[in-house]
């Protein structure tokens, strides 16, 4: 029913784009429909960069991270940032991204992205553009699916840095302080925290009282425990706190950029304790290099199942996961929901249970 289609990558990059991008392309090419990849996000949409993907091309790129369309978290067509008489202003591109698309003859467009990405392809599908996305994100904060491919690559890297944070604890008796990325939402601090034996696992569902991270550490030195390892996400907050990071440009539709938690609250436990304590913050080392095989495979299930979807003559739906079943559900049905971790589910009360402290 298509002819050509469009395939984009927007948002912060993620491993398993390229995974994601070859399951379309290969699918779409078994349909007999032609693939142009959209360079850069929204912005190459509005700017009209666009390249034919085959499967020739696409092939090799399924364990290599990054985007081979590249990406962007910063273009939103609907508020697009450009210069006018010498003055950055933000205006509305969405038409100019639209024919952009209707002079290269694509009919349809698979998404690939977060929140934000995901929104804007939802604005796309109003307009009339036949739009099916697929949740990224390393954060997998996205509401409506149970993962989002990228995760369990992101949670690989930290369990990995908290087992090496646990050699070098214990040998000079130190806290360890690890910041992992997230954004809002505590899912990779989680995930890691119980998979790496952290102490303290602080997350931005549940806001911690220093006090309390102090008393745990407090404990373990009475039992003998010299050394404690505590993960925080870069979003975690004290009650009576805020989130620590760079604001935006006023007018942008960027977000804070988090980042500075772990830093801060090392230098406090070491005050409040007087134990020597070290903040390791793992950054973008969460999101680069190749896919674990668990991320491989749901990047493929989702590049297929969006063809599915496009093929179903659906728009305005997402690709999800739930009950490891791949399903199809409207854009429409997750907006404005969260896709934070429930502080009363069966994770946080196992953390519970074994006695990681939460800082509450
Ligand atoms: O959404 C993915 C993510 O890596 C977040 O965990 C983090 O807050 C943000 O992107 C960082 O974005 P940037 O790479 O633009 O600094």
């Not at 912060?12 to 779409?28: E, H, M, Q, T, Y």
């Not at 078994?30 to 390249?51: A, D, P, S």
């Not at 989002?148 to 806290?175: N, P, Y």
């Not at 760079?246 to 436990?269: D, N, Q, V, Y």
Request: one cysteine or more; a negative charge; hydrophobic letters at 40%.
């Amino acid at each position: 029913m298509f002819r050509r289609i469009g395939v984009l990558t927007g948002g912060g990059d993620c491993p398993g784009l390229n995974a994601v991008i070859r399951a379309v392309v290969k699918s779409a090419v078994g349909h007999g429909i032609e693939v142009w990849g959209i360079k850069n996000g929204f912005g190459g949409l509005v700017e009209n960069q666009m390249v034919e993907l085959t499967v020739a091309n696409v092939s090799g790129i399924l364990p290599r991270g990054g985007t081979i369309l590249g990406t962007t978290n910063r273009d939103n067509p609907f508020n697009y940032r450009c210069y006018q008489d010498g003055q950055l202003v933000y205006a509305d591109m969405s038409g100019r991204a639209l024919n952009n698309l209707t002079e290269k003859g694509i009919e349809a467009l698979v998404v690939i992205g977060g929140d934000g990405t995901l929104r804007i392809g939802a604005e796309f599908g109003q307009l009339g553009l036949p739009v099916v996305c697929v949740p990224k994100t390393i954060d997998n904060d996205i509401p409506g699916t149970e993962r989002t491919f990228g995760f369990d690559t992101a949670v690989s890297v930290a369990t990995d840095a908290l087992d090496r944070l646990h050699t070098t604890a214990e040998s000079h008796h130190r806290v360890m302080v690890l910041e992992v990325m997230g954004r809002y939402a505590g899912w990779i601090a989680l995930h890691s925290g119980l998979a790496g034996g952290a102490d303290c696992i602080l997350i931005p569902e549940i806001p911690y009282q220093t006090k309390s991270i102090y008393a745990k550490i407090m404990e373990r030195q009475q039992q003998g425990k010299l050394f404690s390892i505590i993960v925080v996400a870069e979003g975690a907050k004290a009650v009576d706190g805020e989130w620590i990071g760079t604001k935006p440009a006023e007018g942008s539709s960027e977000r804070i950029r988090l980042g500075g938690i772990g830093e801060k609250l090392a230098r406090e436990i070491e005050t409040a304790t007087g134990i020597e304590t070290r903040c390791t913050v793992l950054g973008h080392l969460q999101r680069g290099g190749s896919p674990t095989p668990y991320d491989r495979v749901l990047a493929t299930r989702y590049g297929v199942a969006a063809i599915d979807c496009l093929l179903e003559g659906k728009s305005g739906y997402m690709v999800a996961l739930q009950k490891n079943q791949i399903i199809n559900m409207p854009l429409a049905d997750i907006a404005g929901k969260p896709g934070n971790v429930p502080v009363d589910g069966d994770l946080v009360a196992a953390a519970r249970a074994i006695n990681i402290s939460f800082g509450d």
